[in-house]
């Protein structure tokens, strides 16, 4: 049996669809804080809430794999993931799968730290392990793209920046690739997209899906976050992105590793292909 936790994010979602085209629905059991979010997923569904330790116990009873989702709230994630280690532990798991961060271990990516404390508790845990070195995710640009496309405007402080980003579906199914195959056990993948771009070829893909003009402009850092500000952003989201594009800049988000495409047995999805989608859609 396969747990997914964070059954009903973005990813989690993906994932649990993914199980469910290979596996009886009686093997994977969707585990999420809000248990009636997960109800039409078609798998059996548990509750499982990071912060409450003993609703994680119960959550992971006869499974085999757990795919241990990374949490979304910054600052929090160390003791949550590690909650869900040692429930994991306790309920007689025997491996678990997680989704880290580029380089997490020697990495100076903001986002960095946490993920490097959560794989090393789990690698001092005694389970066996797959970690997931997830990259960016392209719709991590939704907001951007279609603010882009109404203004005609691109912001940001990365600079000539690149980054090899790929769809959520793409890592999904690296993870569903992972859960169900063999050999990946004590294995360190780093995911990426098979190409990487920088924001000036984002404005150009946004331009030419609109018919209209679309530039980059690249702001210093304290005006960047005065524009995020004023957008009316929460002061922490607004040094997160600011962060990140400084990230970008230092090319911390930019390598092509061949692991993901390699993973999913084809080409990750193109940045300009997921342009189009977000665009038809919103």
């Known amino acids: 049996m396969i747990v997914v936790t964070g059954a009903t994010g ?25 248990p009636a979010a997960a109800a039409g997923l078609g798998a059996e569904v548990r509750e499982a809430d990071y912060d409450r330790p003993d609703t994680l116990v119960s959550a992971f009873a006869g499974a085999e794999t757990v795919l ?3 949490g979304s709230e910054i600052g929090k ?16 798991v025997r491996r678990v799968v997680y989704t880290s961060a580029p380089q997490a271990d020697t990495s100076p990516l903001v986002l960095a730290p946490e993920h490097k404390a959560t794989e090393e508790i789990i690698r001092e845990s005694g389970l ?7 990259g960016w995710y392209t719709e991590n640009y939704a907001d951007s ?3 882009a496309a109404k203004t005609g405007a691109l912001i940001g402080s990365a600079g000539d920046g690149r980054v090899a980003s790929a769809t959520r579906a793409d890592y999904a199914e690296a993870a569903v690739a992972v859960l169900t195959g063999q050999g ?3 294995r360190t993948y780093e995911l990426s997209g ?18 209209g003009e679309v530039a980059y402009r690249d702001l210093p850092a304290d005006e960047h976050r005065a524009a995020l500000t004023a957008a009316g952003l929460p002061a922490p989201v607004v040094e997160l992105l600011v962060s990140l594009d400084g990230d970008i800049a230092r090319g911390l988000l930019a390598e092509t590793s061949g692991e993901l495409c390699k993973l999913i ?10 342009v189009r989608e977000l665009l038809a859609t919103g």
Request: charged fraction near 15%; charge should be positive; avoid cysteine.
């Open 10 to 34: 973005q990813l989690g979602k993906l994932v649990v669809q993914g199980l469910l085209k290979t596996l009886p629905a009686d093997q994977v059991v969707a585990a999420a804080r809000t």
């Open 68 to 70: 241990l989702v990374s």
């Open 194 to 211: 098979d190409v990487s771009w920088s924001y000036q070829d984002l404005a150009a893909e946004i331009a030419a899906v609109t018919g």
């Open 77 to 92: 994630r160390i003791a949550q993931h590690a909650a869900v280690v040692r429930a994991a532990a306790t309920a007689g």
């Open 145 to 147: 793209i279609a603010q």
């Open 128 to 134: 066996a392990f797959t970690i997931l070195r997830n």
């Open 265 to 274: 047995g084809r080409a990750t999805t193109p940045m300009p292909e997921t």
């Open 184 to 186: 990946h056990e004590g």
